[in-house]
């Protein structure tokens, strides 16, 4: 039977593994392995009796020895990567060393600079395909779902796509001022750093919230919006054949945007190096220490999101519309898993991605995004684990 590796014990992998074990003829074993062994056994108590056999075991990530030894020891025939995007490369090492495939959420970013680009792990496609295995990379909902998303408006609605605006609204409230609702690092730098999008084969960079729109959002209500520059539209308009324009909004609330930009201008969100008290210490990373840690939001979350993506192209000659989005309630996920909907819309994809890979569904030798496969099997999976997508085919658009 196939065994697979969790690595990570944070919001995304609570709710990935308590969907493996509510497919545990998928996985019936596998393990949780994480810095912190004491949240990989808290995790794997909650799951006691769900139908997989689960072990745990501590790792450092960054190790690359460490990961060998402990996957030479588990053998496992999958990683499913939920730790932080820092440890990809070393993770994707380790699968090449030992002879699995690997499936991640997010792609890899080098510590001291915010970058986000698909080179560094795109750059490991012969690697992969000379060893007959599969890298499944940004399995999570944005990036992932949204690439399925797309492959599946490519495949059954248009002909050719000249335009996807990716939406993403959390219309979540945990009751803090300022909290985010994941990694805070990650989400910080994510946000902070200048917006991008794909027109006519260049990205064109704006300044960090340059652009803001208003969308009216099914259960959650209008919504200010702000581009932003998410990893997807870099493989997006690599993979989507014809495409124009790839756009990316993220909504945001008035005291989250007051309370980052004031942390901006005071430099609490700089990840450069600072002496303390006679101590090397990184703003940003002592930022996240003091800020509530995203796993405890859960119990006092409420409210949806909605996430997905409006489609402009041509259909036999016509000129055509389409929608495609997934709402998710904060306090329905997190009475079914104990995490709030932002991990539950990445943790339920994530454990798709493995799944496909696992089964066979999508296993070929080489690096991929999700939409270079066939979306079927992962639209298909998504219904019937708590993520239903919906369309629209009279969809407003986003000026
Ligand atoms: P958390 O911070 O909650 O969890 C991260 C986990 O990784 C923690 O358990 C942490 O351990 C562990 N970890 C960190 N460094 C190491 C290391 N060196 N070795 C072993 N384990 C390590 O993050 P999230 O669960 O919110 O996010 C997980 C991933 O999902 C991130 O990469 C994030 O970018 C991605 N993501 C993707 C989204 C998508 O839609 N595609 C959306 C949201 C997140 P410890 O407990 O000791 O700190």
Redesign the pocket.
């Known amino acids: 039977m196939a065994k697979t590796l969790v690595?990570?014990?944070?919001?995304?992998?609570?709710v990935a593994v308590h969907k493996m074990a509510q497919n545990s003829e998928i996985f019936p074993e596998f393990m949780i392995?994480?810095?912190?062994k004491s949240?990989?056994d808290a995790l794997a108590k909650r799951l006691e009796g769900m139908g997989s056999k689960i072990e745990t075991a501590?790792?450092?990530?960054?190790?690359l020895e460490q990961l060998v030894k402990l996957i030479r020891q588990y053998q496992p025939k999958l990683v499913l990567?939920?730790?932080?995007?820092?440890?990809?490369l070393?993770i994707m090492d380790a699968c090449l060393e030992c002879g699995v495939h690997y499936v991640?959420?997010?792609n890899y970013e080098p510590k001291d600079t915010a970058k986000f680009e698909y080179k560094w792990q795109w750059a490991y496609q012969d690697k992969f395909k000379e060893a007959g295995l599969t890298a499944l990379l940004?399995?999570?909902?944005?990036?992932?779902?949204?690439g399925v998303f797309s492959a599946y408006a490519q495949k059954h609605q248009f002909d050719s796509i000249r335009q996807i605006d990716i939406l993403d609204c959390n219309g979540g409230d945990h009751g803090y001022p300022f909290a985010t609702?994941?990694?805070?690092?990650?989400?910080i730098r994510?946000v902070s750093a200048n917006g991008r999008y794909w027109e006519h084969g260049k990205f064109i960079e704006t300044q960090p919230m340059e652009i803001k729109r208003t969308y009216e959002f099914e259960e959650v209500g209008e919504k200010d919006m702000y581009l932003l520059y998410h990893?997807?539209l870099e493989s997006l308009a690599k993979n989507i054949k014809g495409i124009e324009r790839i756009r990316f909004f993220m909504t945001f609330g008035e005291s989250y945007l007051r309370h980052l930009n004031c942390l901006i201008n005071v430099g609490m969100t700089s990840i450069k190096p600072i002496e303390f008290q006679g101590q090397e210490i990184i703003p940003l990373q002592f930022l996240q220490a003091v800020l509530p840690?995203?796993?405890s939001l859960g119990p006092r979350t409420k409210g949806k999101t909605n996430i997905g993506c409006i489609f402009q192209g041509e259909k036999d000659g016509q000129e055509k519309v389409y929608r495609l989005f997934n709402i998710c309630d904060h306090e329905e996920a997190f009475k079914e898993t104990g995490a709030q909907a932002?991990?539950y819309?990445?943790?339920v994809?994530?454990m798709i991605g493995a799944a496909m890979v696992l089964t066979g569904k999508w296993q070929e030798p080489g690096v991929f995004n999700v939409e270079e496969f066939d979306p079927d099997p992962f639209m298909e999976m998504l219904n019937k684990n708590g993520l239903p997508w919906q369309e629209d085919f009279e969809p407003v658009l986003v000026p």
């Open positions: 690595i990570g014990a944070g919001g995304v992998a609570s392995a994480s810095r912190t949240k990989c501590e790792v450092d990530a960054d190790s990567n939920l730790a932080l995007p820092y440890q990809d070393t991640d959420t997010a940004g399995s999570g909902f944005d990036p992932g779902v949204t609702n994941f990694n805070p690092e990650i989400n994510e990893e997807e840690d995203p796993s932002v991990s819309t990445t943790g994809p994530a």
